[in-house]
């Protein structure tokens, strides 16, 4: 799960990479599910202004109204932006806001280095990027809000560049435990967290992954959560965890995990709904599926592939299941055919999840692995060539995956 929506303006959600279309690491988290249209509407609107009309030294702070969620665009000059508070000057005059209420930042007054630092990350030139925002960082003219903007900024980038590098996953947890040290208490330590347990994981550290997103979920696992952190954005940070400890083979926590996030995500969709909250509610759903599904992957983590076949045949023949959760239970159905070496059936399996799954993008990367795995266990005549397309696909398109290094791995062999 990932920010669709984020907090400021330094992370893009959808990025071209050469000829291919890829969404970034941090676009696969809903950190501020807001209602996009009305922030798209703010934007829309903000643009059509005269030229001029904005003073290119104030920020642009994009609020939403705690009652009646509408978004509107406040111009000035942010002078705190805490876990708890943002302060925003003007005309004058000093406007204190709930941080829970603020969507997005657009810093005005910011020095050339970040300017430039944007234009490369736009152009995914990200080792100028990461040099120009870490610039920005220590420069003293630079307000501290900008710098820790910059700085959190810098590590988003490397996060970005590990899909091609891996190198530099590393690189950006030293860079977000730099953000954490100097600006413990900025709106976007909640992000942050987050990032670093990203990089860990894509890193190969899965029960370090694991342990970060669940001290995030920590945060709010109870209601009301921690101030400056959403109850949802937790909550799926938690959902991480859970995939995390599977990965690090501890399956009694993702087991714990999974069937806590389920009851927790349903009463914050039933809350949703009653709302009228369309666009939540579906997410929210989503999310309850996938831990629904998660007891499958537990089973079939204990080596019981025959059972957690069954289990998850059970949850896709649910008619109210949401797509996360329809995928989510074809992708344990292809495992526990790879699982039981019925490489034929995997096959097929796989190849549905692959092709069709627009959810998740872990999920696909991965189905594509056990795609090329059930096929070399085929032997067909063109297994071999079959499965180094597909895995040069997640190498090359997928980076920003967990499957990207089983995959480059797998492709040394071949």
Not at 207 to 235: H, I, S
Not at 381 to 389: H, I, L, P, V
Request: proline share 3%; glycine share 8%; hydrophobic share 45%.
């Amino acid at each position: 799960m990932m920010f669709a929506l984020t907090m400021d303006g330094s992370t893009q959600d959808t990025r071209q990479a050469g000829s291919r279309t890829t969404r970034t690491p941090l676009a696969a988290l809903a950190w501020s599910s807001r209602v996009v249209a009305s922030v798209f509407t703010s934007v829309v609107m903000m643009l059509s202004l005269a030229p001029g009309a904005l003073a290119q030294d104030r920020d642009q702070v994009f609020r939403i109204h705690p009652r009646t969620q509408k978004v509107t665009t406040l111009v000035g000059v942010v002078t705190e932006n805490t876990l708890e508070n943002v302060r925003i000057e003007r005309d004058g005059k000093d406007n204190k806001y709930s941080s829970d209420e603020i969507v997005r930042i657009v810093w005005g007054d910011v020095p050339p280095s970040f300017k430039d630092a944007k234009v490369y990350a736009e152009r995914l030139d990200f080792e100028n990027a990461v040099a120009k925002f870490r610039v920005t960082a220590t420069e003293a003219g630079a307000r501290p809000v900008v710098q820790a903007a910059a700085r959190l900024a810098s590590a988003e980038n490397l996060l970005l560049w590990g899909a091609t590098d891996a190198t530099h996953f590393a690189d950006c947890v030293t860079e977000v435990d730099r953000f954490l040290a100097d600006h413990t208490d900025d709106r976007s330590v909640p992000r942050a967290r987050w990032v670093k347990a990203r990089a860990l994981l894509l890193s190969g550290d899965a029960a370090g992954a694991a342990a970060g997103f669940q001290a995030l979920y920590e945060k709010g696992a109870n209601d009301p959560p921690t101030v400056g952190y959403r109850r949802e954005d937790c909550l799926n940070a938690g959902l991480d965890a859970a995939k995390s400890f599977l990965a690090a083979d501890d399956v009694a926590s993702a087991r714990a995990l999974f069937g806590t996030l389920e009851t927790a995500f349903a009463g914050l969709a039933a809350a949703a709904e009653e709302s009228g909250a369309m666009v939540a509610e579906a997410a929210l759903r989503g999310a309850q599926g996938e831990a629904a599904v998660g007891e499958g992957f537990c089973i079939l983590k204990g080596g019981d592939a025959a059972a957690a076949r069954t289990f998850f045949e059970g949850r896709l023949a649910n008619p109210g299941a949401s797509s996360a959760e329809r995928y989510a239970a074809m992708l344990g159905i292809a495992e526990s055919y790879r699982r039981q070496n019925k490489n034929r059936n995997a096959q097929i399996e796989f190849a549905k999840v692959s092709a069709l799954d627009h959810t998740d993008r872990d999920r696909a990367a991965r189905a594509l692995v056990g795609l090329a795995d059930a096929t070399l266990q085929l032997a067909d005549s063109d297994a071999k060539g079959s499965a180094r397309t597909w895995l040069t696909q997640v190498t090359e398109v997928y980076g920003d995956t967990p499957s990207a290094a089983v995959a480059a791995e797998m492709l040394t062999g071949l």
